[in-house]
């Protein structure tokens, strides 16, 4: 069992930053992949990044590549989303996810199996 709780969220103008926490308990969350989501309002939930369990390997969807960085602090059981370059379509409900089955980051968010609450962001314009 892995327990996700989303913190850093906020709301913040147009091209400024954020740093989303993901902080986990539980005796697995070194050995698990874990990515972000997030879901605006009347839209799907969808993937934002993925990093695998030691940080070695990472993935972005391509409407935040080069503006977000994902990444982990095993010693922490932490997971960061580092959010630069804001966008008003960045506005959503951003979910942290775990999942222990593999070690290959995967965008499929059936394929993660433990979930936070999420934590909200609004970009104004």
């Known amino acids: 069992q892995v327990q996700l709780v989303e913190s850093g969220g906020g709301l913040v103008q147009a091209g400024g930053s954020l740093r989303l926490s993901c902080a986990a308990s539980?005796?697995?969350?070194?050995?698990?992949?874990m990515a972000w989501f997030r879901q605006a309002p009347g839209k799907e939930r969808e993937f934002v990044a993925a990093?695998?369990?030691?940080?070695?390997?990472?993935y972005y969807a391509d409407s935040v590549r080069g503006r977000f960085t994902i990444s982990r602090d095993n010693k922490k059981s932490t997971v960061y989303l580092q959010m630069n370059s804001l966008k008003p379509e960045d506005t959503a409900l951003y979910y942290c996810?775990?999942?222990?089955?593999?070690?290959?980051?995967?965008?499929?968010?059936?394929?993660?199996?433990?979930w936070g609450q999420g934590t909200q962001v609004t970009v104004s314009a």
């Open positions: 539980g005796r697995t969350f070194s050995s698990s992949r």
């Open positions: 990093i695998n369990w030691s940080g070695a390997s990472t």
């Open positions: 996810a775990a999942d222990a089955k593999s070690n290959t980051v995967v965008v499929n968010m059936r394929s993660y199996d433990y």
